[in-house]
């Protein structure tokens, strides 16, 4: 019987070990690697089919640089599991996406081979360019890389030709990796990707890349050949012979397209490319998926798939979720409106998978509007088609607004332009933590002069918001959580009023407290209510609906009539829903000093479960419940 060698991952302590191992031995590494991979997803639902994709190049980006002293960025961060598995984190990995466990992206705190914590893609050029203009200006004499490394998704956001056209000058040192797997979450749309497929495609280049291939073998990496054959290929490049002339153009030297999942090619030209002076442009291509059959085939399912079970290249059960979220209200909701009204138009920013957006593109090709990880794009085209009269839906995850911030304020409310917000994953977006919670947007929006922002607090309001908005002449924004979608009641028995400008429902009234239920808090601030009955304390429960306009008279009323009010919300206090109801009830002369606001504290939230984060930050039932006794109380005490 032949011996098994041993593993090498579980005793690899530092990637500095990794230039002791032979070629076999990288591969082997690769293998284990991906059954750390797969064995993982059994346990609960991450990124996969990227991380699956990469495992060769971090394989061969951490054998060529070290990163404690040379830079390394992984763009948006989805694809850092084997730089984590690579750089000591093997002990740990299981813990990825768990509270208190590693993060899923990556994380400063946790190595020092992670530089940034990010979760939204296309900064990565221009951070890594920032690194090495830093180094070069701060220690000269180190000779430090950054290098970048972004996928095809992600290269078509409007920052990374910032960069790159800033590159001639601050690029010294700069090396981007383009890891082209043909595919954004869904297949990548746009003229880059177009233009990708074609360099992917240049058959002259191919036979060059062979050439180059034969070449370097025989060529020693040190001295002067070195230096003749680069000017050979560049050369080449010149004449047209390659692809990636447009980046040539731009100042950048372009390598590729290269077979990103071939470790001895990688290295080549990552050791070629160290021995120049950069800006310079590695087109990698990968397999988003590679290793797993099922992932491979079904790159968009396996982004980041619902927990399953699997043998070897099958798998056999998947926990797919039959539960209905807002997601798929909002969803439906929007699919109606695009049938009762030819104007509504509906556009994402390459989540189209996330928004469940897939059978409105189906049935509305022409209304469907897929940019690219493009939001700032999005929101100015959004206002453009609003100007001419159609009625755009801006389909977004509340994170990702963020980017599009000064479009909302200059070509939306400052025209006063009827673009609808939809957003998703307002609050806490659950294990990919803080780069992702929605839990600003409450503060960002409600700045702007002509905005009106709503957040339901159930299915029924949520529909009713968006058929409101597309109504309404001014911006609307509905923000709403990444949760299964609820129905409350009245506790009356009396049919739910309708969604009307400024007015919130009253749900129930109390005579010891209120509180006032900021959208995803209303069924917690219901539950709380029930409990504090059985104790004796009668707390109303108010379905504020709106953020912005507020209603001004509900809410003073509260206020005059109730010993406390409450305000609960699933956002960041400064700014936030009761600081709005605050600076109301002061503009109105109001006493506030029994107004207690429920909510985010000052600080970044981590990642975990949502509802272990809604719980630790007290904001579910049993934390509400127990702010209303120590309100109840403090009043007592005063
Ligand atoms: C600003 C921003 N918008 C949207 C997303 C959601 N998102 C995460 S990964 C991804 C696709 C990225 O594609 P690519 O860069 O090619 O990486 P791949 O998954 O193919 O490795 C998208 C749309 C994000 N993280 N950040
Ligand atoms: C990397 C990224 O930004 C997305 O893949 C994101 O993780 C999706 O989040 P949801 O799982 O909440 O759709
Ligand atoms: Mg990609």
Known sequence: ??????????????????????????????????????????????????????????????????????????????????????????????????????????????????????????????????????DHIA??????????????????????????????????????????????????????????????????????????????????????????????????????LSGGMFFEELGMRYFGPIDGHNIALLRKYLRLAKKLDGPILLHVVTEKGHGFRPAAEDPVLFHAPPQFKRRENEVLEMHRSSTRSYTNVARDAIAAAMRRDERVTVMTAAMCQGNKLEPVREEFPDRFFDTGICEAHTVAFAAGQAKVGLRPIVDIYSTFLQRAFDHVFQEVALQDLPVTFMMDRGGLSGPDGPTHHGVFDIGYLRLFPNM????????????????????????????????????????????????????????????????????????????????????????????????????????????????????????????????AVLEMANAAGAETAHLHRLGIPDKFVEHGEREELMAQLGLDAAGIAQSCRSAVESRHTV
């Open 139 to 240: 220690r000269p004499d180190d000779e430090r890389w950054s290098v970048a490394v972004i996928g095809d998704g992600a290269f078509p956001s409007g920052v990374v030709y910032e960069a790159i056209n800033n590159s001639k000058r601050d690029g010294r040192r700069l090396m981007v990796i383009l890891n082209d797997n043909e595919m954004s979450i869904c297949p990548p749309v746009g003229g880059m990707a177009d233009y990708l497929d074609r360099v992917r495609m240049n058959r002259n280049y191919v036979g060059l890349k062979e050439e180059v291939a034969k070449l370097l073998s025989n060529v020693p990496l040190l001295g002067d050949p070195v230096e003749r054959f680069l000017i050979q290929v560049k050369e080449a490049a010149k004449a047209g």
């Open 452 to 579: 009106v922002l709503m957040a339901p607090g159930d299915e029924h309001d949520l529909t009713a918001m968006l058929d409101f908005s597309l109504e309404h002449t001014s911006p609307c924004g509905v923000r709403y959580p990444k949760d299964k979608a609820v129905t409350v009641a009245r506790t009356d028995g009396e049919p739910r009023a309708p969604v009307e400008l400024g007015q919130s429902e009253i749900l129930r009234w109390g005579r010891d407290g209120t509180l006032v239920a900021c959208g995803s808090t209303l069924a917690d601030c219901l539950e709380a209510a029930a409990v504090l009955d059985e104790e004796g304390l009668d707390f109303g429960v108010v379905n504020a609906r709106f953020i912005k306009p507020l209603d001004q008279a509900t809410l003073l009323r509260a206020l005059n009539e109730n010993p406390v009010v409450l305000t609960v919300e699933e956002g960041a206090l400064a700014c936030g829903f009761g600081s």
């Open 1 to 134: 019987m032949t011996k098994q060698p041993a593993p090498i991952l579980p005793n690899l302590s530092s990637p500095r070990e990794l230039e002791k191992l032979s070629l076999p031995e990288l591969e082997r590494l690769a293998n284990e690697i991906r059954d750390v991979l797969c064995n993982l997803i059994s346990s609960r639902s991450a990124h996969f089919a990227s991380n699956l994709g990469v495992v060769e190049l971090a394989i061969a980006l951490h054998q060529t640089f070290d990163f404690l002293h040379h830079r390394l960025i992984w763009d948006t961060g989805h694809q850092i599991y084997p730089h984590k598995l690579l750089t000591g984190r093997y002990e740990e990995f299981e813990t990825i996406r768990t509270l208190g466990g590693l993060m899923g992206y990556p994380n400063p705190t946790e190595s020092d081979y992670d530089l940034f914590c990010t979760g939204h893609a296309g900064s990565s050029v221009s951070t890594a360019m920032g690194l090495a203009s830093g």
